[in-house]
């Protein structure tokens, strides 16, 4: 568990992330035995990596968005929607794994569901690979209302084609900007009501609020989504409101 928690630490460059993600999620444990080995493994990976890999954030130049109350007012029934759509998405993987192409479908499948996937991104190109791209630009608030409601639907939906058709893959950075364009999507909505903050801003409560949920870890989410970008320091309270709520309703949902 420490050695996957520092894989992950290593490469996206988030000790305290990876250590939270041995506890949290690969052993369901925050006592002191778990995190003191979780937290030196994380750390001196990160470190060992840096002698490679750049020690900037993986989600560069994102803005410190400031705090505001309308923030933390829309991430209750933030948290609510995304709860819901974390269960949905929690159950679709759950099913689209049982029923992977397997035997002489595996080799027609892939080339199928890929060929389902380039059409589709002739129009939304932002859903080729692995949604790296995409969660940036939200965070960076670019995008219109119509566009972060289709990637909103139409990621998790090209995710789970690709896995069913025996495709591997991660699903980390799926979820993470799966969370980050819809919540774009919900703070856009929520700006006509009480305009003022940054789409930005909406974004990364979103993103860790759907990898809270959805990998039922919140405190690994809020760790991860501060290290990834180096930012939201003054969205912690909205961004932990959010995560509460939906990975509550998540698992209140699915248990």
């Not at 520092?6 to 999620?25: Q, R, S």
Request: proline residues 6%; glycine residues 14%; neutral net charge.
């Amino acid at each position: 568990a420490c050695g996957g928690g520092a894989g992950l630490a290593a490469v996206y460059n988030v000790p305290l992330g990876g250590a939270l993600f041995t506890a949290e999620i690969l052993l369901g444990s925050m006592n002191l035995p778990v995190i003191l080995p979780a937290l030196a493994c994380s750390g001196i990976a990160t470190a060992v990596a840096w002698l490679y890999l750049p020690q900037h954030a993986t989600y560069v130049d994102i803005p410190s968005y400031p705090f505001a109350f309308r923030l933390l007012a829309w991430a209750v029934p933030a948290g609510l929607v995304i709860g819901v759509f974390a269960a949905g998405w929690v159950r679709l993987i759950g099913w689209v794994s049982h029923h992977r192409a397997r035997d002489a479908w595996a080799i027609g499948a892939p080339l199928a569901a890929f060929a389902v996937l380039a059409v589709i991104a002739l129009r939304y190109p932002q859903l080729d690979g692995n949604g790296k791209g995409m969660a940036h630009d939200a965070f960076l608030g670019l995008g219109s209302l119509g566009l972060l409601a289709a990637l909103s639907v139409l990621k998790p939906f090209v995710t789970a084609l690709c896995l069913s058709s025996g495709a591997s893959g991660g699903l980390f950075t799926p979820t993470m900007s799966t969370g980050a364009v819809l919540g774009g999507f919900l703070g856009l909505t929520w700006g006509y009501l009480w305009p003022g903050s940054p789409v930005g801003a909406y974004a990364m409560i979103g993103a860790a609020a759907m990898i809270g949920a959805g990998m039922q870890a919140p405190l690994a989410a809020l760790a991860l989504v501060l290290e990834l970008t180096h930012s939201g320091f003054a969205l912690m309270v909205p961004m932990a409101v959010a995560t509460v709520i939906a990975t509550a309703m998540t698992r209140w949902i699915d248990g």
